[in-house]
């Protein structure tokens, strides 16, 4: 019994995980900027891509702009804090005004992705969403691969300066000869 609650846990566990990890592919495709070739690898029309990048263009544009204000805000805080000035609430004023700009920016990636996906289409928005989840797997597993093949970073590189350094100036022969 106790082997089949664990087994079913770890079900439970992996579930969750691919679910989690398809809800964050999901929100990353609305923030990030998507490649043409890519929606019209998906079956978009010129018109809908540039609709879609229209749409990319006017999230990035409110994204620039509330994370401008909110460094701007952070800053006054800053400022406040360093001074140890606090007249009026005014630190308290301007954290919440850096949590509306936060939830600003979060209710347009949210809007953005919705309107993404009405111009995509369920089916097509499935297919973006499987072909960057395999995007991004392969580029996880290219670099898991390089870490694993080159741990220390930069001892290949470092390696082969070395080799290079030691027979130059010299031929093949007097080259290995004067390794001896």
Do not use: C, H
């Not at 800053?78 to 949590?99: H, S, V």
């Amino acid at each position: 019994m106790k082997r089949l609650i664990a087994v079913l846990i770890v079900l439970q566990l992996a579930a969750g995980a691919v679910f989690g990890q398809d809800i964050a592919i999901q929100i990353s495709v609305a923030s990030r900027p998507l490649d043409p070739e890519l929606l019209a690898r998906v079956g978009l029309n010129r018109g809908e891509i540039e609709e879609v990048q229209e749409l990319q263009e006017d999230f990035r544009q409110v994204r620039a702009r509330t994370t401008l204000e909110m460094n701007l805000v952070k800053a006054q805080v800053a400022r406040l804090i360093y001074l140890n000035e606090n007249e009026n609430g005014e630190i308290d004023r301007l954290l919440e005004r850096a949590g509306e700009l936060r939830l600003e920016q979060e209710k347009a990636q949210v809007r953005n992705q919705f309107r993404i996906r009405e111009v995509l289409g369920e089916e097509r928005w499935s297919e973006l969403v499987k072909r960057i989840r395999t995007q991004e797997q392969t580029r996880n597993q290219v670099q898991t691969q390089t870490r694993e093949e080159n741990p220390a970073g930069q001892a290949t590189r470092n390696e082969g300066e070395s080799d290079n350094g030691s027979s130059s100036g010299s031929s093949g022969s007097s080259g290995s000869s004067s390794r001896r």
